[in-house]
């Protein structure tokens, strides 16, 4: 059964970063995108971006050059961080697997192991 | 980016009903639609890709259809676990883009 935990600092300052890792067990690593998504507090899902094993990366550009996502193949794990963070980076924080799910329409790419989700809370 | 709305935001209903649940695109995504479910304090979880396909594990009460920029979810009969809120993702180009969800309520 494959679980991703992830851990990282949840109260942040204006101006700090944020650093997230994400850790795979229990499953391949390789041949898999890994992904971050965010929650804002009672609002709904924004994809943050996705690294493949090999280091391919696609960030969401609305969050310009603040976010980088890089992975660590030697112990299955992928990490964010979001520099200057301010209060509109308030959220819960998913780390989680894009799978290539096949079908006789093609294969197609979604989520289909999620982390625990972190709370991160940006306040001065 | 492709802006996706979901329609109604809230929908009441009962153990038992159809439940019918819509997401629109701002354009064209063929069928490279894929739904989630979440419940309050958990992560989302995998329903259905390619607008109409099952993930593993999923009861066939859930189904999905649509093609273009108009996508349907139905709920054939509400059971008690289904009430949660369903987003709709595209996956068609980047940045991948959630619909705002819509959340189905007793």
């Known amino acids: 059964q494959v679980q991703l935990q992830q851990w990282g600092a949840g109260l942040l300052k204006p101006s700090e970063t944020l650093s997230l890792s994400c850790a795979v067990f229990g499953g391949s690593f390789s041949g898999y995108y890994w992904s971050w998504i965010r929650q804002p507090p009672g609002m709904g899902l924004e994809w943050i971006g996705e690294i493949s094993h090999s280091g391919r990366i696609n960030y969401n550009l609305s969050l310009g050059s603040r976010v980088t996502i890089s992975v660590d193949t030697s112990k299955n794990q992928f990490s964010l961080t979001l520099s200057s963070v301010t209060a509109a980076d308030t959220a819960v924080y998913y780390c989680?697997?894009?799978?290539?799910?096949?079908?006789?329409?093609?294969?197609?790419?979604?989520?289909?192991?999620w982390g625990q989700g972190a709370p991160v809370t940006v306040s001065s | 980016e492709i802006v996706l709305t979901q329609s109604p935001a809230i929908l009441s209903l009962s153990p038992g009903e159809r439940a019918t649940l819509s997401c629109r695109t701002s354009q064209s995504i063929n069928n490279y639609l894929v739904w989630y479910q979440q419940k309050p304090g958990q992560a989302p979880r995998l329903l259905l890709y390619?607008?109409?396909n099952r993930a593993t594990g999923i009861p066939t009460r859930f189904s999905g259809s649509g093609f273009g920029t108009d996508f349907t979810l139905t709920i054939s009969s509400l059971e008690p676990e289904d009430f949660a809120t369903y987003y709709c993702?595209?996956?068609?180009?980047?940045?991948?883009?959630f619909g705002p969800g819509t959340k189905v309520d007793i």
């Open positions: 390619y607008a109409s």
């Open positions: 989680a697997r894009d799978d290539s799910l096949c079908s006789a329409a093609g294969c197609l790419r979604a989520i289909d192991y």
């Open positions: 993702q595209q996956r068609f180009n980047w940045p991948i883009t």
